[in-house]
């Protein structure tokens, strides 16, 4: 009869050996970003919950449009979190699909995320026609399917030509670099990324140049850990032993940034009274238009009078505030300085019948 070795201290009796991580107090790290990722886990599901209880109290239209985007965000941030539980387990015929497949579509969602909202504040800022909610969403979704397949391709492929068990038999070495040469499309997109938001701080509306300055941090410190990783994952100095300390540590590391830098400063700004100026096209019909001032139709009787009668006097015209455009004037009666002639009258009786003639 064959005794079981004993558990590490801090671990029940007769556990898994692949499940020792989650609680030998030898190997703390194990333990530490286990706490560290459910802390993580805990705080998304928080902000998405608080993300449905105050959309109704979003009053700016365009903000209320990227919800959806960032709802499928903090889902893909949560998935990261939990994904830090397959790392921290050992390697197995089971584990290893589900590293070499989520890591890359769960961080492809995120940075297509990010990627359509720093888009779309590309065409705000410059006062132009915003993506609807629909487009959005099929440009998230879209970007992140191209690493779907990708992932699917390999880890189908993979394993049809050999066994299940092909990522536990492959050394260290190949599977890092298989590892890494997966994720070339999510390179690609947080490079996309990076590039996008910095073109939203070139615009006429500056309200809108503090969302892309998140998404500028965001994507600038996920470039850092990202290149930490690979350059510590590639290189033999650490060694084999380090590796799941490492992508663990990643996915932990990457996922408070998505949170701290990107989620909580938005959710900051999510409820802010609308600005008038902030608003491009869409909603300039709810501005105060200046309107011309209209002195209706010219009075055409009244400029041939000025012709007929000649130029007005220099003291004539008298100034008439808030009144129209037709200024009063003093107008003097005409005087008349004829001199009157005599006149001789006709006698009513030149004619009469019974006048004698020489009396």
Request: aromatic share 12%; net charge neutral; with cysteine.
């Amino acid at each position: 009869m064959t005794r079981m070795s004993p558990s590490p201290s801090g671990c029940r009796q007769n556990l898994d050996p692949k499940y020792q991580r989650l609680c030998d107090t030898k190997e703390v790290w194990g333990i530490v970003l286990e706490a560290v990722a459910a802390a993580g886990a805990v705080t998304s599901v928080a902000f998405m919950l608080a993300l449905l209880v105050l959309i109704c109290k979003v009053q700016d239209s365009n903000r209320r449009k990227v919800l959806p985007v960032q709802f499928l965000f903090l889902l893909s941030v949560l998935g990261v979190f939990g994904l830090t539980f397959a790392f921290i387990i050992t390697l197995d015929s089971l584990t290893g699909p589900t590293r070499f497949f989520l890591f890359g579509v769960l961080f492809s969602v995120c940075f297509s995320c990010l990627l359509t909202h720093a888009f779309n504040l590309t065409k705000l800022v410059r006062g132009r026609k915003p993506l609807s909610v629909l487009v959005m969403l099929g440009l998230a979704v879209g970007f992140s399917l191209v690493q779907d397949i990708i992932a699917v391709e390999y880890v189908v492929l993979t394993m049809n030509r050999t066994n299940e068990a092909i990522f536990t038999e492959l050394s260290p070495p190949r599977r890092n670099e298989d590892f890494v040469m997966l994720l070339i499309y999510v390179l690609f997109l947080m490079a996309l990324t990076f590039l996008t938001s910095c073109f939203t701080f070139c615009g006429s509306f500056p309200g809108w140049k503090r969302h892309g300055a998140h998404i500028y941090l965001t994507t600038l410190l996920s470039i850092a850990i990202w290149v930490t990783w690979i350059t510590l994952l590639l290189i033999k100095t650490p060694g084999p032993k380090w590796d799941d300390t490492i992508l663990s540590s990643a996915l932990v590391a990457n996922g408070w940034v998505f949170l701290l830098a990107y989620v909580a400063p938005e959710f900051q700004l999510l409820t802010k009274q609308q600005n008038p100026m902030d608003y491009p096209v869409e909603d300039a019909f709810c501005k105060p238009q200046f309107m011309k001032q209209s002195y209706g139709v010219e009075n055409r009787a009244y400029t041939q009078e000025e012709i007929t009668q000649g130029p007005e006097e220099p003291g004539d015209t008298v100034y008439a505030p808030y009144t129209t455009h037709f200024q009063l004037q003093n107008r003097t009666a005409q005087l008349d300085f004829s001199i009157p002639r005599a006149q001789t009258r006709v006698s009513p009786y030149n004619d009469y019948e019974g006048r004698k003639d020489g009396s």
